[in-house]
């Protein structure tokens, strides 16, 4: 693991080749973070100062130093400890607003389409055009992306975002924890060119069969020291949504509408906050109806049930990051008690220090399946029977 200091124009300037430890968090809908720790010596007090930014051999992601810390540890040695946020942090440092005009005369900003292209349209906004402040603008972005195309379709849904004002980082995490969305603002090497994605990820499962399935089993010796939590403990499947307009019921995905009785978890919304059109008409029946359904699913989205997985890949394993599989992917995590889940890679952690170096990817679930029901394999079938070139699709 080759770690960097990059110069201004995030070119690497210098190898980072002596440290205690090195942790380096990427995420799929969040700010990653790292945590270095290197002898304190003059020259690494003089390296390692706030805001400078640092890049790793394994990831197209950019962090910068935020905290060191000296002290000395129970040996007697003298360490810094270097702390700091992945690039994406820069939203945090931006406000999202249509102008800058008085909240009173512009309280909200009101954005319509496919949420994907919302939270590009507000980052574009803000961090392109530079539509608040000139000063706003992101140094060194570019248009397109530099990974490829992503399996997993987008939300096609037009929604109607009212947006207050607030930090950009905010809004476009709000709208990607929503729809399952990704976000990233990574470096294409030494070229000094940053790229921004609101993206989805590929669909790796064995219920496809267009990309190489990913499979991660503690039977197929890729993962060891894994730990597996599920909750239902805020989970609501069912949403009142009341507003002095009306009033709609709305269910979450693949819930049946006839759901009663201990599986029936319902959740009050408030939706008293509908306004006029922007030509001052009051809405239609057929838009009270649209927004407080999209209120519904837009809380519902917030209280699903969780699983997530943790484990440590062996680095013996046939799946690299970055090639085989990339944060926002889905996959198939397979226990020990035979369940097959998808889950979506939502964290890549990349550790070193005296043990060596090791990767671990954080898996949160997208859909349980339960052993012989009508999407899980056949009773009678074993993963470590077929390798890696079956699919569910093409199982009988």
Request: aromatic share 10%; proline share 4%.
């Amino acid at each position: 693991m080759e770690l960097y200091i990059l110069d201004s124009l995030l070119r690497r300037e210098r190898v980072v080749d002596r440290f205690e430890s090195l942790i380096w968090t990427e995420r799929y809908a969040d700010v990653g973070e790292f945590e270095l720790v290197v002898h304190s010596t003059p020259e690494n007090r003089t390296m390692f100062v706030s805001g400078v930014q640092l890049a790793m051999n394994r990831s197209y992601r950019v962090m910068t130093v935020e905290t060191i810390e000296s002290k000395t540890d129970s040996e007697g040695r003298a360490l810094l400890t270097v702390k700091g946020v992945s690039l994406e942090a820069i939203l945090d440092q931006r406000v999202v607003k249509k102008t800058m005009s008085s909240i009173t005369t512009e309280p909200k900003w009101t954005l319509t389409g496919k949420p994907a292209d919302v939270a590009r349209q507000m980052f574009d906004h803000v961090c392109r055009s530079g539509n608040l402040n000139i000063g706003d603008k992101i140094p060194f972005l570019m248009p397109g992306t530099i990974f490829p195309e992503h399996s997993i379709p987008e939300p096609f849904d037009s929604i109607t975002w009212d947006q207050e004002p607030d930090s950009l980082l905010s809004a476009v995490k709000k709208i990607c924890e929503m729809y399952d969305l990704g976000f990233r603002l990574v470096r294409n090497f030494d070229a000094s060119q940053l790229y921004f994605d609101i993206y989805t990820g590929s669909d790796r499962t064995s219920s496809q069969n267009t990309l190489n399935p990913v499979i991660f089993s503690p039977e197929l010796d890729n993962l060891q020291n894994t730990t597996e939590l599920t909750t239902i403990e805020e989970s609501k499947n069912v949403a009142y949504v009341f507003s002095s307009q009306g009033f709609v019921i709305v269910y979450g995905d693949m819930v049946d509408p006839e759901v009663e009785g201990f599986e029936r978890r319902v959740m009050m919304v408030n939706a008293d906050d509908l306004e006029n059109n922007a030509d001052g008409t009051a809405p239609t029946a057929a838009q009270i109806t649209a927004y407080l359904t999209q209120r519904g699913r837009e809380e519902l989205n917030q209280k699903r049930s969780w699983s997530a997985f943790d484990g440590e890949l062996n680095q013996n394993s046939a799946y690299k990051y970055e090639i085989d599989y990339f944060l926002g992917d889905l996959v198939d995590m397979r226990n020990v008690d035979g369940v097959v889940n998808k889950m979506r890679v939502t964290e890549q952690i990349f550790v070193c220090d005296r043990e060596g170096e090791r990767a671990y990817p954080t898996l949160a679930i997208k859909l349980f399946v339960t052993p012989g029901s009508w999407m899980s394999w056949n009773n009678n079938r074993v993963w470590a029977d077929f390798g890696l070139t079956e699919y569910w699709a093409d199982q009988e």
